[in-house]
């Protein structure tokens, strides 16, 4: 029998969508971009950007992955794991595997950022929805949904635990939003709003870590990231995968060679070892995910190092945790 070679191991190629090129959907009166999925990322990670109106969300459920949201506009009230929290423009929430939960949208429309790890969570949606016939958000009415038994054949197959009730099938009401907290968890319930938290400077940037390993339990990361006008970021690599959400401003992100102009709700995905370098043409804010976590330790000890009075000792602490999670910088 004849034997096949392989030179190197699949590896996922680095992408770029934004909100005129992303996969668009329509369901339940909301507006679904597919940023991320896991064919994309390895497997590992998804990300949906929503766009959804005033009302309650789905009836109380839990997954047996982790899940994220990041407020872009809007208000949101969490309930997840037996709290309640409400968030605005800026805030953030982990909700860990197994933890109930569910929201209501308190104001007229909300824009988020959705996420999972892993995924799989995405392909429920792409399944019930229709492409939408515009990039808007539809009426309740536009888009029928699917017979029941179609959704729970979906929520089965990819995990999605029912507590008060099945989202896309029982109607969202007081009684069915209740959440509680369960026996087991791997990290506590992480939340939060990016205007309480510090800032530290680092590579030029002003870093603010929303997410560290310990509170995602080492899933991810994600730090807010601020630059001025005309910063550039010299070529480079990581021994991790990262993913880049441009929040405000335009950007040149290059990724292997290949030019990318970012604007205002792209995303990149940027694999371990792809070769990359950031250019802000304006002031720029973005997100910065890190997967797994662990890198987000360098801003959090060696953030402000210009200011600090063993600027040498740490430099030489800095350039050794980058070497160990496997960082190379070129000119």
């Not at 005129?20 to 009166?29: I, L």
């Not at 308190?106 to 019930?128: F, Q, R």
């Not at 590579?203 to 910063?231: I, M, R």
């Not at 102009?261 to 995910?289: C, I, M, W």
Request: hydrophobic letters at 35%.
């Amino acid at each position: 029998m004849k034997t096949i070679s392989i030179s190197r191991p699949y590896r996922v190629r680095p992408f770029v969508l934004d909100r005129e090129t992303a996969p668009a959907y329509w369901m339940a009166g909301s507006l679904w971009y597919i940023t991320a999925t896991g064919s994309q990322t390895d497997n590992l990670f998804t990300m949906l950007e929503q766009q959804m109106p005033q009302g309650p969300g789905p009836a109380s459920h839990a997954h047996p992955v982790d899940e994220g949201f990041y407020i872009i506009e809007g208000q949101i009230t969490f309930s997840a794991g037996g709290d309640t929290v409400t968030l605005g423009p800026g805030g953030f929430l982990h909700i860990p595997r197994f933890c109930e939960h569910t929201f209501h949208i308190d104001t007229k429309a909300s824009t988020v950022l959705n996420y999972y790890m892993p995924p799989g969570s995405e392909n429920i949606v792409m399944s019930l929805a229709v492409p939408a016939a515009s990039r808007t958000m539809p009426s309740f009415d536009a888009v029928p949904l699917p017979p029941p038994e179609q959704v729970e054949i979906l929520a089965k197959l990819y995990g999605q635990i029912t507590v008060g009730g099945t989202p896309f099938i029982d109607k969202p009401e007081p009684a069915n939003m209740k959440t509680k907290p369960v026996p087991w968890t791997p990290v506590p319930l992480l939340y939060g709003q990016t205007s309480d938290k510090p800032g530290r400077t680092l590579f030029g940037q002003q870093w603010k870590v929303l997410a560290n390993s310990k509170g995602s339990g080492g899933t991810y990361a994600l730090c807010d990231v601020e630059t001025e006008a005309g910063f550039k970021q010299e070529t480079q690599s990581h021994g991790h995968d990262e993913g880049i959400y441009l929040l405000n401003g335009s950007a040149e992100l290059v990724l292997n060679g290949v030019v990318h102009l970012l604007k205002e709700g792209a995303f990149a995905y940027v694999p371990a070892g792809t070769l990359h370098s950031f250019h802000a043409f304006g002031k720029t804010r973005r997100l910065q995910f890190i997967f797994p976590g662990g890198f987000e330790r360098v801003i959090e000890e060696f953030g402000d190092m210009d200011s600090s009075s063993d600027k040498k000792d740490k430099e030489v602490g800095l350039k050794k945790i980058l070497y160990e999670e496997g960082s190379s910088f070129f000119q």
